[in-house]
Protein backbone atom coordinates (compact mmCIF):
# COMPACT_ATOMS: atom_id res chain seq x y z
CA UNK A 1 0.00 0.00 0.00
CA UNK A 2 1.18 3.45 -0.53
CA UNK A 3 2.26 5.82 2.10
CA UNK A 4 -0.39 8.98 2.36
CA UNK A 5 2.27 11.27 1.32
CA UNK A 6 2.48 9.58 -1.56
CA UNK A 7 -0.91 9.81 -2.66
CA UNK A 8 -0.79 13.34 -1.63
CA UNK A 9 1.94 13.90 -4.02
CA UNK A 10 -0.51 12.21 -6.85
CA UNK A 11 -3.11 14.63 -5.74
CA UNK A 12 -1.22 17.34 -6.27
CA UNK A 13 -0.52 16.09 -10.29
CA UNK A 14 -3.35 15.46 -11.00
CA UNK A 15 -4.98 18.84 -9.53
CA UNK A 16 -2.41 20.79 -11.39
CA UNK A 17 -3.57 18.68 -14.49
CA UNK A 18 -7.28 19.91 -14.30
CA UNK A 19 -5.42 23.55 -13.43
CA UNK A 20 -4.32 23.44 -17.07
CA UNK A 21 -7.90 22.25 -18.25
CA UNK A 22 -9.25 25.47 -16.43
CA UNK A 23 -7.15 27.76 -17.92
CA UNK A 24 -8.30 26.72 -21.34
CA UNK A 25 -12.02 27.57 -20.22
CA UNK A 26 -10.58 31.07 -19.81
CA UNK A 27 -9.19 31.65 -23.08
CA UNK A 28 -5.15 31.85 -23.81
CA UNK A 29 -3.06 34.24 -25.57
CA UNK A 30 -0.86 31.62 -27.36
CA UNK A 31 1.04 32.79 -30.20
CA UNK A 32 -0.83 31.64 -32.72
CA UNK A 33 -3.04 32.96 -34.92
CA UNK A 34 -6.15 31.53 -35.70
CA UNK A 35 -8.22 31.61 -38.62
CA UNK A 36 -11.62 32.05 -38.18
CA UNK A 37 -13.44 28.89 -38.48
CA UNK A 38 -16.09 27.67 -40.43
CA UNK A 39 -18.25 26.87 -37.65
CA UNK A 40 -18.16 27.91 -34.35
CA UNK A 41 -19.09 24.84 -31.21
CA UNK A 42 -22.77 23.90 -31.16
CA UNK A 43 -24.70 25.17 -28.15
CA UNK A 44 -26.69 22.19 -26.74
CA UNK A 45 -30.00 22.55 -25.95
CA UNK A 46 -32.30 21.33 -22.69
CA UNK A 47 -32.35 22.46 -19.07
CA UNK A 48 -29.00 23.77 -17.45
CA UNK A 49 -27.03 21.15 -15.66
CA UNK A 50 -25.89 21.99 -11.94
CA UNK A 51 -22.61 21.60 -10.60
CA UNK A 52 -23.16 22.10 -6.93
CA UNK A 53 -20.61 21.89 -4.82
CA UNK A 54 -20.77 18.74 -1.98
CA UNK A 55 -22.85 20.08 0.76
CA UNK A 56 -25.59 21.20 -1.09
CA UNK A 57 -28.68 19.20 -2.13
CA UNK A 58 -27.99 18.70 -5.66
CA UNK A 59 -24.41 18.15 -5.56
CA UNK A 60 -23.88 15.01 -8.38
CA UNK A 61 -21.44 13.53 -11.27
CA UNK A 62 -21.75 15.25 -14.65
CA UNK A 63 -23.66 12.51 -17.23
CA UNK A 64 -20.89 12.11 -19.82
CA UNK A 65 -22.06 11.74 -23.57
CA UNK A 66 -19.96 10.80 -26.35
CA UNK A 67 -16.96 10.39 -23.67
CA UNK A 68 -13.54 8.06 -23.79
CA UNK A 69 -14.57 4.34 -22.94
CA UNK A 70 -11.75 3.32 -24.75
CA UNK A 71 -8.03 2.40 -23.16
CA UNK A 72 -6.51 5.08 -21.20
CA UNK A 73 -4.76 7.65 -23.04
CA UNK A 74 -5.01 5.48 -26.29
CA UNK A 75 -5.17 7.81 -29.56
CA UNK A 76 -8.25 5.96 -31.10
CA UNK A 77 -7.27 3.88 -34.21
CA UNK A 78 -3.79 3.32 -35.12
CA UNK A 79 -4.01 4.45 -38.86
CA UNK A 80 -4.77 8.04 -39.09
CA UNK A 81 -6.53 9.83 -41.94
CA UNK A 82 -5.47 12.92 -43.81
CA UNK A 83 -7.77 15.59 -42.36
CA UNK A 84 -9.70 17.66 -44.83
CA UNK A 85 -10.75 20.79 -42.67
CA UNK A 86 -8.18 22.89 -40.58
CA UNK A 87 -9.65 21.62 -37.43
CA UNK A 88 -6.53 22.97 -35.38
CA UNK A 89 -7.37 26.40 -35.82
CA UNK A 90 -11.07 26.08 -35.91
CA UNK A 91 -10.05 24.28 -31.66
CA UNK A 92 -7.70 27.51 -31.20
CA UNK A 93 -10.51 29.90 -32.22
CA UNK A 94 -12.99 28.18 -29.67
CA UNK A 95 -10.30 28.03 -26.45
CA UNK A 96 -9.37 31.77 -27.20
CA UNK A 97 -13.02 32.76 -26.42
CA UNK A 98 -12.95 32.32 -23.26
CA UNK A 99 -15.99 31.42 -22.95
CA UNK A 100 -16.09 27.75 -22.71
CA UNK A 101 -18.27 25.82 -20.65
CA UNK A 102 -18.56 21.84 -20.47
CA UNK A 103 -18.78 18.76 -18.28
CA UNK A 104 -16.41 16.25 -18.41
CA UNK A 105 -15.85 12.89 -16.75
CA UNK A 106 -11.82 12.29 -15.38
CA UNK A 107 -10.76 8.80 -16.09
CA UNK A 108 -7.46 7.63 -16.09
CA UNK A 109 -3.92 5.60 -14.29
CA UNK A 110 -1.42 6.61 -12.10
CA UNK A 111 1.70 4.17 -11.82
CA UNK A 112 4.32 4.27 -8.78
CA UNK A 113 7.23 1.78 -8.72
CA UNK A 114 5.30 -1.28 -9.47
CA UNK A 115 1.94 -0.08 -7.94
CA UNK A 116 -0.99 1.53 -10.86
CA UNK A 117 -4.05 3.32 -9.07
CA UNK A 118 -6.92 4.33 -10.89
CA UNK A 119 -7.50 8.26 -11.46
CA UNK A 120 -11.01 9.20 -11.55
CA UNK A 121 -13.38 12.58 -11.35
CA UNK A 122 -15.80 14.93 -12.24
CA UNK A 123 -14.74 18.40 -14.09
CA UNK A 124 -17.41 21.08 -14.52
CA UNK A 125 -16.10 23.92 -16.54
CA UNK A 126 -18.25 27.33 -16.84
CA UNK A 127 -15.86 30.22 -18.45
CA UNK A 128 -13.49 30.66 -15.63
CA UNK A 129 -15.48 29.05 -12.72
CA UNK A 130 -15.42 25.42 -12.34
CA UNK A 131 -16.06 22.83 -10.16
CA UNK A 132 -13.59 19.29 -9.58
CA UNK A 133 -13.87 15.95 -7.91
CA UNK A 134 -10.90 13.92 -7.83
CA UNK A 135 -10.11 10.48 -6.79
CA UNK A 136 -6.68 8.71 -6.82
CA UNK A 137 -6.73 5.40 -4.83
CA UNK A 138 -8.44 6.01 -1.48
CA UNK A 139 -8.15 9.58 -1.62
CA UNK A 140 -10.75 12.25 -2.89
CA UNK A 141 -10.09 16.01 -3.41
CA UNK A 142 -12.29 17.89 -4.26
CA UNK A 143 -12.11 22.32 -5.70
CA UNK A 144 -14.27 24.82 -6.09
CA UNK A 145 -13.05 28.38 -8.13
CA UNK A 146 -15.46 30.71 -8.41
CA UNK A 147 -15.32 34.60 -9.64
CA UNK A 148 -11.41 33.97 -9.25
CA UNK A 149 -11.25 32.61 -5.69
CA UNK A 150 -10.35 28.58 -5.50
CA UNK A 151 -11.83 26.74 -2.68
CA UNK A 152 -10.85 23.59 -1.25
CA UNK A 153 -12.90 20.44 0.63
CA UNK A 154 -11.13 19.07 3.74
CA UNK A 155 -13.20 16.98 6.04
CA UNK A 156 -16.13 17.58 4.46
CA UNK A 157 -16.07 21.36 5.36
CA UNK A 158 -15.45 24.45 2.22
CA UNK A 159 -11.80 26.44 2.99
CA UNK A 160 -10.26 29.08 0.88
CA UNK A 161 -6.98 27.42 -1.27
CA UNK A 162 -4.21 29.44 -0.32
CA UNK A 163 -2.04 30.67 -3.24
CA UNK A 164 0.15 27.99 -4.71
CA UNK A 165 4.01 28.91 -4.47
CA UNK A 166 7.46 27.88 -5.46
CA UNK A 167 6.36 26.72 -8.69
CA UNK A 168 7.38 28.70 -11.94
CA UNK A 169 5.65 29.47 -14.77
CA UNK A 170 1.87 28.24 -14.37
CA UNK A 171 -1.34 26.77 -16.09
CA UNK A 172 -1.89 29.53 -18.02
CA UNK A 173 1.82 29.44 -19.76
CA UNK A 174 1.33 25.65 -20.04
CA UNK A 175 -1.93 26.12 -22.01
CA UNK A 176 -0.36 28.75 -24.38
CA UNK A 177 2.55 26.34 -25.05
CA UNK A 178 -0.16 23.46 -25.52
CA UNK A 179 -2.59 25.35 -27.67
CA UNK A 180 0.55 25.16 -30.30
CA UNK A 181 -0.77 22.07 -31.91
CA UNK A 182 -1.04 20.54 -35.60
CA UNK A 183 -3.25 18.31 -36.79
CA UNK A 184 -1.54 14.42 -36.96
CA UNK A 185 -5.05 13.34 -38.76
CA UNK A 186 -8.18 11.55 -38.13
CA UNK A 187 -8.40 9.09 -36.11
CA UNK A 188 -11.28 6.83 -34.22
CA UNK A 189 -11.93 7.94 -30.95
CA UNK A 190 -14.52 5.93 -29.07
CA UNK A 191 -16.74 5.42 -31.77
CA UNK A 192 -16.21 8.86 -33.26
CA UNK A 193 -14.12 10.08 -36.45
CA UNK A 194 -11.96 13.17 -34.71
CA UNK A 195 -8.98 15.05 -35.56
CA UNK A 196 -5.80 14.19 -33.06
CA UNK A 197 -4.02 17.44 -32.23
CA UNK A 198 -0.55 17.27 -31.12
CA UNK A 199 2.35 19.82 -29.98
CA UNK A 200 4.83 21.45 -32.44
CA UNK A 201 6.97 22.02 -29.55
CA UNK A 202 9.22 20.02 -27.21
CA UNK A 203 7.24 18.47 -24.35
CA UNK A 204 6.06 20.76 -21.06
CA UNK A 205 8.17 20.40 -17.83
CA UNK A 206 5.46 20.09 -14.63
CA UNK A 207 6.45 23.32 -13.40
CA UNK A 208 4.80 24.45 -16.50
CA UNK A 209 1.29 23.87 -15.10
CA UNK A 210 2.07 24.44 -10.81
CA UNK A 211 3.99 21.13 -9.92
CA UNK A 212 7.37 20.64 -8.46
CA UNK A 213 9.31 17.84 -9.21
CA UNK A 214 11.31 16.87 -13.20
CA UNK A 215 9.91 14.93 -15.78
CA UNK A 216 7.69 16.12 -18.52
CA UNK A 217 4.13 16.61 -19.86
CA UNK A 218 2.32 16.18 -23.05
CA UNK A 219 -1.12 17.05 -23.99
CA UNK A 220 -3.46 15.59 -27.21
CA UNK A 221 -6.51 16.48 -28.13
CA UNK A 222 -9.26 15.29 -29.51
CA UNK A 223 -11.96 17.52 -31.49
CA UNK A 224 -14.80 17.74 -34.36
CA UNK A 225 -14.00 18.87 -37.92
CA UNK A 226 -15.52 22.49 -36.29
CA UNK A 227 -12.94 22.56 -33.09
CA UNK A 228 -15.31 21.27 -30.79
CA UNK A 229 -12.98 19.42 -28.45
CA UNK A 230 -14.46 15.99 -27.03
CA UNK A 231 -11.65 14.41 -25.14
CA UNK A 232 -8.41 15.79 -24.13
CA UNK A 233 -5.46 13.14 -22.78
CA UNK A 234 -2.51 14.66 -20.46
CA UNK A 235 0.53 12.16 -20.03
CA UNK A 236 3.13 12.82 -17.26
CA UNK A 237 6.44 11.21 -16.84
CA UNK A 238 8.73 12.10 -13.85
CA UNK A 239 9.75 12.29 -10.28
CA UNK A 240 7.56 14.42 -7.72
CA UNK A 241 9.28 16.83 -5.44
CA UNK A 242 10.49 14.80 -2.24
CA UNK A 243 9.99 11.38 -3.38
CA UNK A 244 12.77 9.61 -5.41
CA UNK A 245 10.53 7.26 -6.99
CA UNK A 246 9.09 8.07 -10.31
CA UNK A 247 5.85 8.03 -11.57
CA UNK A 248 3.65 7.84 -15.09
CA UNK A 249 0.48 9.24 -15.39
CA UNK A 250 -2.17 9.41 -18.08
CA UNK A 251 -5.66 11.44 -17.39
CA UNK A 252 -8.51 12.17 -19.94
CA UNK A 253 -11.22 14.29 -20.12
CA UNK A 254 -14.07 13.06 -21.94
CA UNK A 255 -16.37 16.51 -22.40
CA UNK A 256 -20.48 16.45 -22.84
CA UNK A 257 -22.61 19.34 -22.61
CA UNK A 258 -20.04 21.72 -24.76
CA UNK A 259 -21.35 24.94 -24.92
CA UNK A 260 -24.59 23.93 -23.37
CA UNK A 261 -25.51 25.58 -19.50
CA UNK A 262 -24.09 24.60 -16.82
CA UNK A 263 -23.94 26.17 -13.27
CA UNK A 264 -20.75 26.03 -11.06
CA UNK A 265 -22.03 26.92 -7.66
CA UNK A 266 -21.18 28.67 -4.68
CA UNK A 267 -19.83 26.72 -1.72
CA UNK A 268 -22.53 26.21 1.05
CA UNK A 269 -20.56 27.44 3.85
CA UNK A 270 -16.99 28.78 3.72
CA UNK A 271 -14.74 27.87 7.23
CA UNK A 272 -11.52 29.85 8.31
CA UNK A 273 -8.90 28.58 10.55
CA UNK A 274 -8.21 30.36 13.82
CA UNK A 275 -5.23 29.95 15.91
CA UNK A 276 -5.57 31.03 19.68
CA UNK A 277 -2.28 33.38 20.63
CA UNK A 278 -3.01 32.83 24.51
CA UNK A 279 -4.18 29.27 24.57
CA UNK A 280 -2.08 27.41 21.45
CA UNK A 281 -5.04 25.57 20.03
CA UNK A 282 -6.21 25.85 17.01
CA UNK A 283 -9.88 25.28 15.21
CA UNK A 284 -11.99 26.14 12.01
CA UNK A 285 -15.40 27.88 12.12
CA UNK A 286 -17.79 29.60 9.91
CA UNK A 287 -16.56 32.69 8.48
CA UNK A 288 -19.95 34.41 8.89
CA UNK A 289 -19.30 34.01 12.59
CA UNK A 290 -17.49 36.66 14.75
CA UNK A 291 -14.13 35.97 16.64
CA UNK A 292 -13.29 37.55 19.71
CA UNK A 293 -9.91 36.39 20.98
CA UNK A 294 -9.19 36.15 24.95
CA UNK A 295 -7.92 39.71 26.24
CA UNK A 296 -6.69 38.08 29.54
CA UNK A 297 -5.95 34.65 30.77
CA UNK A 298 -9.55 34.89 32.70
CA UNK A 299 -12.02 35.19 29.27
CA UNK A 300 -12.50 32.16 26.67
CA UNK A 301 -11.89 32.79 23.23
CA UNK A 302 -15.10 33.07 21.74
CA UNK A 303 -16.84 32.64 18.37
CA UNK A 304 -20.13 34.37 18.24
CA UNK A 305 -23.26 33.21 15.33
CA UNK A 306 -25.90 35.34 14.13
CA UNK A 307 -28.66 33.15 16.27
CA UNK A 308 -27.59 33.56 19.77
CA UNK A 309 -25.05 30.89 20.42
CA UNK A 310 -21.51 30.85 20.31
CA UNK A 311 -18.43 28.64 20.69
CA UNK A 312 -16.36 29.54 23.73
CA UNK A 313 -12.62 27.91 24.45
CA UNK A 314 -11.12 28.06 27.74
CA UNK A 315 -7.92 26.56 29.42
CA UNK A 316 -6.62 26.00 32.83
CA UNK A 317 -3.71 24.37 34.15
CA UNK A 318 -4.58 20.54 35.52
CA UNK A 319 -2.00 20.89 39.00
CA UNK A 320 -2.08 17.19 37.94
CA UNK A 321 -5.47 16.04 38.46
CA UNK A 322 -6.90 13.40 35.83
CA UNK A 323 -9.20 14.17 33.44
CA UNK A 324 -12.16 12.46 35.41
CA UNK A 325 -11.17 13.98 38.55
CA UNK A 326 -11.48 17.25 36.69
CA UNK A 327 -15.46 16.57 34.73
CA UNK A 328 -16.46 15.48 37.97
CA UNK A 329 -15.77 18.74 39.76
CA UNK A 330 -16.93 20.79 37.43
CA UNK A 331 -20.23 19.11 36.88
CA UNK A 332 -20.41 19.69 40.59
CA UNK A 333 -19.63 22.95 40.72
CA UNK A 334 -22.15 24.19 37.83
CA UNK A 335 -24.88 22.49 39.82
CA UNK A 336 -24.03 24.54 42.89
CA UNK A 337 -23.56 27.99 40.77
CA UNK A 338 -26.69 27.55 38.23
CA UNK A 339 -29.46 26.53 38.66
CA UNK A 340 -32.42 23.94 37.42
CA UNK A 341 -29.17 22.03 36.27
CA UNK A 342 -29.64 18.65 33.94
CA UNK A 343 -26.93 17.33 32.50
CA UNK A 344 -28.21 14.45 29.61
CA UNK A 345 -24.54 13.40 28.53
CA UNK A 346 -21.22 12.41 30.27
CA UNK A 347 -19.46 10.01 27.70
CA UNK A 348 -15.84 9.42 27.03
CA UNK A 349 -14.37 11.09 23.46
CA UNK A 350 -11.07 11.65 22.04
CA UNK A 351 -10.65 15.22 20.45
CA UNK A 352 -7.27 15.56 18.20
CA UNK A 353 -5.94 12.00 19.89
CA UNK A 354 -6.47 12.61 23.79
CA UNK A 355 -9.29 11.53 25.75
CA UNK A 356 -11.71 13.67 26.59
CA UNK A 357 -15.32 13.84 28.18
CA UNK A 358 -18.29 15.00 26.12
CA UNK A 359 -21.04 16.59 28.21
CA UNK A 360 -24.83 17.65 26.83
CA UNK A 361 -26.31 19.89 29.87
CA UNK A 362 -28.63 22.76 29.85
CA UNK A 363 -29.43 25.24 33.05
CA UNK A 364 -30.25 28.71 34.34
CA UNK A 365 -27.87 31.47 35.00
CA UNK A 366 -29.05 35.08 36.06
CA UNK A 367 -32.78 34.06 34.43
CA UNK A 368 -30.97 32.76 31.53
CA UNK A 369 -32.03 29.43 30.11
CA UNK A 370 -29.35 27.85 28.08
CA UNK A 371 -28.32 24.81 26.61
CA UNK A 372 -24.76 23.75 26.39
CA UNK A 373 -22.88 21.18 23.89
CA UNK A 374 -18.88 20.49 25.63
CA UNK A 375 -15.81 18.59 25.46
CA UNK A 376 -13.21 18.37 28.81
CA UNK A 377 -9.80 17.55 27.29
CA UNK A 378 -6.43 17.50 29.35
CA UNK A 379 -3.59 17.98 26.66
CA UNK A 380 -0.35 17.74 28.37
CA UNK A 381 -0.44 20.17 31.58
CA UNK A 382 -3.69 22.10 30.72
CA UNK A 383 -7.12 20.92 30.49
CA UNK A 384 -9.17 22.56 27.74
CA UNK A 385 -13.22 23.51 27.68
CA UNK A 386 -14.85 23.52 24.18
CA UNK A 387 -18.49 24.64 24.66
CA UNK A 388 -21.35 25.44 22.08
CA UNK A 389 -23.76 27.56 24.07
CA UNK A 390 -27.43 28.40 22.89
CA UNK A 391 -29.90 30.19 24.44
CA UNK A 392 -32.58 27.49 22.79
CA UNK A 393 -32.68 23.98 22.81
CA UNK A 394 -29.54 22.22 20.88
CA UNK A 395 -30.98 20.53 17.64
CA UNK A 396 -29.58 18.28 15.71
CA UNK A 397 -28.10 20.95 13.58
CA UNK A 398 -26.76 21.94 16.28
CA UNK A 399 -24.78 18.90 16.98
CA UNK A 400 -23.71 18.27 13.18
CA UNK A 401 -22.23 21.66 13.22
CA UNK A 402 -20.35 21.27 16.73
CA UNK A 403 -19.12 18.10 15.62
CA UNK A 404 -17.37 19.76 12.80
CA UNK A 405 -15.85 22.51 14.96
CA UNK A 406 -14.40 19.38 16.70
CA UNK A 407 -13.07 17.35 13.50
CA UNK A 408 -10.64 20.86 13.30
CA UNK A 409 -9.01 21.23 16.38
CA UNK A 410 -5.22 20.91 16.92
CA UNK A 411 -4.33 20.97 20.52
CA UNK A 412 -0.64 22.28 21.09
CA UNK A 413 2.12 19.35 21.77
CA UNK A 414 1.96 15.21 20.89
CA UNK A 415 -1.27 13.27 22.02
CA UNK A 416 -0.52 10.73 24.57
CA UNK A 417 0.85 7.36 23.70
CA UNK A 418 -0.62 4.24 24.89
CA UNK A 419 1.83 4.41 27.67
CA UNK A 420 1.12 7.49 29.18
CA UNK A 421 -2.97 7.73 27.86
CA UNK A 422 -4.27 6.12 30.82
CA UNK A 423 -2.25 8.18 33.39
CA UNK A 424 -4.80 11.00 32.05
CA UNK A 425 -8.29 9.27 32.97
Not at 89 to 96: D, G, P, W
Amino acid sequence: MLATATLQRLGTAVAGLVLVTTVAACGSSASPSPATPGASAPASSGPAASAQPSGSATSGSPTSSGGSTGSIGSAGSTTASPPAVDAAKAFLANMQRGDFTAEATITGEATVAATTLDVSGSYTVRGADSHTILKVASKTDETLTVSGVTYERRNGLWFVKPAATGASGGPGTAFQRALDVRDAGIVTRDGRQLHHLVSNGPALPPSAMGMTGVGTLTIDFFVEDDGTLRVMSMHVDGTPAGSATPMTMTIDFAFSRIGGPVVVGQPPEVWTTFKSKRYGYSVAYPADWDLKQSARKSEPDAIYSADESGFFVYRYATGGTSLNAITSTYVRNTKRTETKVTFTANEPATIDGSKARSLEWNATFKKTRHWSLEEVVVRGKYVYFFQLDSLAPITNADRDRYASFLSTIDLPGAAPTAATASQVG
